[in-house]
């Protein structure tokens, strides 16, 4: 028995799954055995109700623009329930696909336009016959960390109002090739176009994670030990 118990919204884990995003909740639970805490896991996909005060966690996995396009039609149903978890200053990893989805929209491969929820004020546009394909290392310029991952995506992202960059990019593309940013932290969401997993290769991240639901769930605990929890490089 744990001391600590975290719910987790997998939201369309079915659909949105690229290159084994599955594997963030691997590694999640890895580091949370070590703060002695436990995650449940429920898949919330299409049709479902997403009740916010359920979860202590998200998972929003990227896709492909056929699956993105399906999804985007039952997020107006969602809407107010994922608002209600982001501005409670719950944790969200919002990988990709999901990522693009957290925005205004995204235009697909083929100029199609795929509205996203909105909560963040980022939008993604399309390359002309090309993606973004491969390893890529960005800083985060507030705790000098790198993070490593792999990326694989035809979307440009521009960030928007109170979003700021996951990191900036040392090799790779990032969000749009542009600007050398790559992905987004917006209160406690985390967003980027790293697979890899990212939290495999990236504990530093899973760790900010964990915390911000363990202190939101336990306010008086003592989380000392899991805050000193030391993450080692595992790429
Ligand atoms: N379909 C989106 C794109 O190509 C997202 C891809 C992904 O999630 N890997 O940009």
Known sequence: ???????????????????????????????????????????VSIDEEF???????????????????????????????????INDGKPLLAICGGYQLLGHY?????????PGLGVLDHYTLSQDHNR?????????????????????HNGKTYLGKGERPLGKVVSGHGN?????SEGAIYKNVYCSYFHGPILTRNGEIAKKILLAALHHKYPAAD?????????KPTF
Not at 51 to 57: A, Q, S
Not at 106 to 114: D, F, H, L, T
């Open 51 to 85: 009740n916010p005060d359920e979860f202590d966690m998200a998972l929003f996995g990227g896709g492909q623009d056929y699956e993105q396009l399906v999804v985007s039609k039952d997020l107006p149903n969602k809407k107010a329930g994922i608002e209600k978890f």
């Open 1 to 43: 028995m744990t001391k600590y118990h975290l719910n987790l919204a997998h939201l369309y884990g079915d659909l949105l799954n690229t290159y084994s995003d599955v594997g963030n909740i691997i590694a999640l639970r890895y580091y949370a055995k070590q703060m002695d805490a436990d995650i449940a896991v429920k898949v």
């Open 106 to 114: 995204y235009i697909g491969a083929n100029g199609e336009k795929i």
């Open 176 to 180: 749009n090739g542009e600007d050398g």
């Open 132 to 152: 973004f394909i491969g390893d890529i290392t960005i800083k985060n310029e507030e705790t000098g960390q790198e993070y490593h991952g792999f990326e694989n």
């Open 223 to 231: 989380l000392s030990q899991a805050e000193a929890l030391e993450i």
